[in-house]
T-cell receptor, first 114, second 112 residues
Framework: KAGVTQTPRYLIKTRGQQVTLSCSPISGHRSVSWYQQTPGQGLQFLFE???????NKGNFPGRFSGRQFSNSRSEMNVSTLELGDSALYLCASSPGTGFGNTIYFGEGSWLTVV | QKEVEQNSGPLSVPEGAIASLNCTYSDRGSQSFFWYRQYSGKSPELIMSIYSNGDKEDGRFTAQLNKASQYVSLLIRDSQPSDSATYLCAVNTNTGGFKTIFGAGTRLFVKA
């Protein structure tokens, strides 16, 4: 069974640009969560989508947005990039949402903002 | 108070010893708890999940949960150099909406 697939794996963007990251969950998984990981802040929850609906959102500015498609694939977008947005962005999928659902991570997208 | 707290380490143990990693959480309503391992430059991978008070063993790994004390731990027996990684404690919480939140992680070094 294929794991969570994230694209692109590595990218470099300039301040002020925008970026879109893509995530394909494990087959059969309907929930997708996004996390930002930086050395200083650790793993920070961005948002979760289930059945094309955003179920929860972390404490990030509105420049961070996402969506989920009917096939459960998800994208996240960051607009007006800042240097501090440089991070590893991790997508995780789980069969459903709620207690007892284990999340499984993709390999991540390494974003560098210069 | 952070929602999930871990000692950042580094925790250094000799090969063959038992490594003990600890985690506390603030949401008394949490019901699902997880340990992930993350090698440098890689994404977190699930080691174990635990839902009930007590111990859960899987090979060299034992997870321990005490909901009354809001405490989760991970024991690694017969530690190997390949166990050197950052260990992340994760908790499902429904405060402010359901999500899985992570501690900052404990770095473990196993010396050969």
């Amino acid at each position: 069974k294929a794991g969570v697939t994230q694209t692109p794996r590595y990218l470099i963007k300039t301040r002020g640009q925008q970026v879109t990251l893509s995530c394909s969950p494990i087959s059969g998984h309907r929930s997708v969560s996004w996390y930002q990981q930086t050395p200083g802040q650790g793993l920070q929850f961005l948002f979760e989508y289930f059945s094309e609906t955003q179920r929860n959102k972390g404490n990030f500015p509105g420049r961070f947005s996402g969506r989920q498609f009917s096939n459960s694939r998800s994208e996240m977008n960051v607009s007006t990039l800042e240097l501090g947005d440089s991070a590893l962005y991790l997508c995780a999928s789980s069969p459903g949402t709620g207690f007892g659902n284990t999340i499984y991570f993709g390999e991540g997208s390494w974003l560098t903002v210069v | 108070q952070k929602e999930v707290e871990q000692n950042s380490g580094p925790l250094s143990v000799p090969e063959g010893a038992i490594a003990s990693l600890n985690c506390t959480y603030s949401d008394r309503g949490s019901q699902s708890f997880f340990w992930y391992r993350q090698y440098s430059g890689k994404s977190p991978e699930l080691i174990m999940s635990i839902y009930s008070n007590g111990d859960k063993e899987d090979g060299r790994f034992t997870a321990q949960l005490n909901k009354a004390s809001q405490y989760v731990s991970l024991l690694i027996r017969d530690s190997q150099p390949s166990d050197s990684a950052t260990y992340l404690c994760a908790v499902n919480t429904n405060t402010g909406g359901f999500k899985t939140i992570f501690g900052a992680g404990t770095r473990l070094f196993v010396k050969a």
